[in-house]
């Protein structure tokens, strides 16, 4: 039976530590009114955390009569997380301290030698990242890994990942915390794009919203009351495979996706290669669409209408306040401008529709978002269930920066 004091303990430390998470730098006695604590116990949890050196003063109040209260905020490089976003080209790794700022990143091709090979490859990088920039890796906690794929619990596999060899076949997080001797964690990286889109830009305002991906594949992260949506195998949100535009009964539509065959990349160079008898990039078809090239609008327009019609059978099952659309292909506000029309056509209520504000690094910010609450809930819970620590973001303005 669990020790009903050491429970209340943890209870009290957590809240303490929300407290100055969120509204730091902050005095004790805010902190105290705060959480409904005696301002006694919150002196004594503070100290401890300074003496272990969590916590700092940084000044004092102003503009009080009287004495002015010391204020205290988290030591932002007390610790730190891993936030890796493995791609079938590139892998990058950025790590982040306890306030979410970016103090390192690194992107690296990633290496063609699949399964174990890549492991090692993120592990090493994550270590030369600390490295680089004179920061002990005892420091690194918590590290999350967004794959284009999804994670088999039981396993440790990932699947549908086909530009990534060998990672269907071994226990990927296992074998990546073995390598690191920290908690790994595993998601989906459009699962991450859309925690990140949420914690960067929506908290509060918007708690409801679906991140769509276009680009080499199609893919949703759906957050729902500020939770993210995975279904019962970790596969909600692959609307790739949505039963429209190509044939959904022939085979090759269970290996790529109905709706990837006429909307993604590989299915706008091809369709633009029927038209003219050339083979072009896809930002070549949208630079001949700037031009005036006609079968590049009508190209562009047709992978338009099938998203519109993708986002409309979202808006019809999920009704999110917004959807965030991003990936190589997405985030292009040429398409945008053909969407929004499109919906309006086959849909009898607006959707709002927005353009990623994180452009590649979403996925990043999204592991980082999870990093960070895994991390202060270990470090100051005690794994205390249902406990939970919002962690604010940093300014979107200061995190560009970072990563730029």
Same mark, same amino acid.
């Not at 103090?103 to 492991?119: K, N």
């Not at 090493?124 to 690194?140: N, Q």
């Given at each position: 039976?669990?020790? $009903?004091?050491?429970?209340?303990?943890?209870m009290t430390l !957590?809240?303490?530590?929300?407290a100055i998470t969120?509204?730091?730098?902050?005095?004790?006695?805010?902190?105290?009114?705060?959480?409904?604590?005696?301002?006694?116990?919150?002196?004594?949890?503070?100290? +401890?955390?300074?003496?272990?050196?969590?916590?700092?003063?940084?000044?004092?109040?102003?503009?009080?009569?009287?004495?002015?209260?010391?204020?205290?905020?988290?030591? $932002?490089?007390?610790?730190?997380?891993?936030?890796?976003?493995?791609?079938?080209?590139?892998?990058?790794?950025? &790590?982040?301290?306890?306030?979410?700022?970016?103090?390192?990143?690194?992107?690296?091709?990633?290496?063609?030698?699949?399964?174990?090979?890549?492991?090692?490859?993120?592990?090493?990088?994550?270590?030369?990242?600390?490295?680089?920039?004179?920061?002990?890796?005892?420091?690194?906690?918590?590290?999350?890994?967004?794959?284009?794929?999804? &994670? *088999? +619990?039981?396993?440790?596999?990932?699947?549908?990942?086909?530009?990534?060899?060998?990672? *269907?076949?071994?226990?990927?997080?296992?074998? &990546?915390?073995?390598?690191?001797?920290?908690?790994? /964690?595993?998601?989906?990286?459009?699962?991450?794009?859309?925690?990140?889109?949420?914690?960067?830009?929506?908290?509060?305002?918007?708690?409801?919203?679906?991140?769509?991906?276009?680009?080499?594949?199609?893919?949703?992260?759906?957050?729902?009351?500020?939770?993210?949506?995975?279904?019962?195998?970790?596969?909600?949100?692959?609307?790739?495979?949505?039963?429209?535009?190509?044939?959904?009964?022939?085979?090759?539509?269970?290996?790529?996706?109905?709706?990837?065959?006429?909307?993604?990349?590989?299915?706008?160079?091809?369709?633009? /290669?029927?038209?003219?008898?050339?083979?072009? !990039?896809?930002?070549?078809?949208?630079?001949?669409?700037?031009?005036?090239?006609?079968e590049a609008t009508?190209?562009?327009?047709?992978?338009?209408?099938?998203?519109?019609?993708?986002?409309?059978?979202?808006?019809?099952?999920? *009704?999110?306040?917004?959807?965030?659309?991003?990936?190589?292909?997405?985030?292009?506000?040429?398409?945008?401008?053909?969407? #929004?029309?499109?919906?309006?056509?086959?849909?009898?209520?607006?959707?709002?529709?927005?353009?990623?504000?994180?452009?590649?690094?979403?996925?990043?910010?999204?592991?980082?978002?999870?990093? /960070?609450?895994?991390?202060?809930?270990?470090?100051?819970?005690?794994?205390?269930?249902?406990?939970?620590?919002?962690?604010?973001?940093?300014?979107? #303005?200061?995190?560009?920066?970072?990563?730029?």
């Amino acid at each position: 039976m669990a020790d $009903p004091t050491n429970i209340s303990r943890r209870m009290t430390l !957590s809240s303490v530590v929300q407290a100055i998470t969120s509204y730091g730098p902050i005095s004790r006695a805010s902190v105290a009114k705060m959480t409904g604590l005696s301002k006694q116990t919150v002196s004594e949890i503070v100290s +401890s955390l300074e003496n272990d050196g969590w916590v700092q003063t940084v000044g004092r109040t102003e503009g009080n009569v009287g004495r002015r209260a010391v204020v205290y905020e988290i030591v $932002p490089d007390a610790a730190l997380v891993a936030s890796v976003d493995l791609g079938g080209t590139k892998v990058r790794v950025a &790590l982040c301290n306890l306030s979410g700022a970016v103090v390192a990143e690194i992107t690296e091709p990633t290496t063609q030698g699949g399964g174990a090979a890549v492991v090692d490859q993120i592990g090493k990088i994550i270590i030369d990242a600390a490295t680089r920039h004179g920061i002990g890796s005892e420091k690194i906690r918590v590290a999350v890994v967004g794959v284009p794929g999804v &994670l *088999d +619990s039981r396993t440790g596999h990932i699947n549908l990942a086909p530009n990534i060899n060998g990672i *269907d076949s071994i226990d990927f997080p296992a074998l &990546l915390q073995a390598r690191l001797g920290i908690e790994v /964690l595993v998601e989906n990286d459009v699962n991450l794009a859309a925690l990140g889109e949420h914690w960067m830009t929506h908290r509060g305002d918007k708690d409801d919203l679906v991140f769509l991906s276009i680009g080499t594949g199609i893919g949703a992260g759906i957050v729902i009351g500020g939770q993210l949506v995975r279904g019962s195998t970790g596969g909600a949100g692959e609307i790739g495979y949505l039963p429209f535009g190509a044939d959904p009964y022939e085979e090759e539509s269970l290996t790529v996706g109905a709706l990837e065959r006429v909307a993604a990349t590989s299915a706008i160079i091809h369709h633009y /290669l029927e038209l003219t008898g050339k083979r072009r !990039s896809v930002p070549e078809i949208f630079e001949a669409l700037v031009t005036g090239d006609t079968e590049a609008t009508q190209v562009l327009q047709e992978a338009a209408g099938y998203i519109a019609r993708a986002i409309a059978a979202i808006a019809a099952v999920v *009704d999110p306040a917004c959807v965030v659309i991003g990936g190589s292909i997405g985030a292009r506000e040429e398409l945008i401008k053909m969407i #929004e029309p499109e919906i309006n056509r086959c849909f009898p209520r607006p959707i709002p529709v927005e353009v990623s504000v994180l452009g590649n690094h979403a996925a990043l910010v999204g592991g980082a978002s999870i990093a /960070l609450s895994r991390l202060h809930i270990a470090l100051f819970s005690g794994g205390l269930p249902g406990a939970q620590i919002v962690v604010p973001p940093p300014l979107l #303005e200061n995190y560009q920066e970072n990563v730029a």
